[in-house]
T-cell receptor, first 113, second 114 residues
Framework: EAGVTQFPSHSVIEKGQTVTLRCDPI?????LYWYRRVMGKEIKFLLH????????ESGMPNNRFLAERTGGTYSTLKVQPAELEDSGVYFC???????????FGSGTRLTVV | GENVEQHPSTLSVQEGDSAVIKCTYS??????FPWYKQELGKGPQLIID?????GEKKDQRIAVTLNKTAKHFSLHITETQPEDSAVYFC?????????????FGTGTRLKVLA
């Protein structure tokens, strides 16, 4: 089975620009999560989708971040406008309902300059 | 806010020796404790987990122990091999139906020296 796919793998943008990250979960996984790791710190929760609905978005830093999961399949995370502190590695993960463990993607390394 | 402290941040061991990584959590409601291994260029991969009704779990060369009273849990790797070199993350969470949000530690970079 294909794993969780994220792209791009790397993105370098200037402050003030917009970037959209994409995540394709494992087929059939209703749960989709976004996490972020900033500069060697902990991996922090951003939000959780169940199918197309946002179950928990308590970790979203501010309204410059917008996540969508239209149709309950792939998800996008848009940052607009990007700030320097948004730099980090953004991970997507998915799981089946009832499964505690996640399958993570390889992440998108975002650098805002 | 709730957090997970993880130590050490880096750990170097000789091949064949044991490695121990320790974590402390703050949320008393936590009942699920997974460990993830992240190899270079890849995402974190679940390697072992433990639930709060169990004190120890073992899978071949890796084991996890949990002390709920002290809010401590640890990862033990025996007979380390070069392929064990990676960054390891502990995490904790309250895994109830429909909610699987975890708090991760800051990671431990393990180097196994051949």
């Amino acid at each position: 089975e294909a794993g969780v796919t994220q792209f791009p793998s790397h993105s370098v943008i200037e402050k003030g620009q917009t970037v959209t990250l994409r995540c394709d979960p494992i087929s059939g996984h209703d749960n989709l999560y976004w996490y972020r790791r900033v500069m060697g710190k902990e991996i922090k929760f951003l939000l959780h989708f169940v199918k197309e609905s946002k179950q928990d978005e308590s970790g979203m830093p501010n309204n410059r971040f917008l996540a969508e999961r239209t149709g309950g399949t792939y998800s996008t995370l848009k940052v607009q406008p990007a700030e320097l502190e948004d730099s980090g590695v953004y991970f997507c993960a998915s799981s089946l309902t009832g499964n505690y463990g996640y399958t993570f993607g390889s992440g998108t390394r975002l650098t805002v300059v | 806010g709730e957090n997970v402290e993880q130590h050490p941040s880096t750990l170097s061991v000789q091949e064949g020796d044991s490695a121990v990584i320790k974590c402390t959590y703050s949320d008393s409601a936590s009942n699920y404790f997974p460990w993830y291994k992240q190899e270079l260029g890849k995402g974190p991969q679940l390697i072992i987990d433990i639930r709060s009704n169990v004190g120890e779990k073992k899978d071949q060369r890796i084991a996890v122990t949990l002390n709920k009273t002290a809010k401590h849990f640890s990862l033990h790797i025996t007979e380390t091999q070069p392929e064990d070199s990676a960054v390891y993350f502990c995490a904790s969470g309250e895994a109830t139906s429909g909610t699987y949000k975890y708090i991760f530690g800051t990671g431990t970079r393990l180097k196994v020296l051949a």
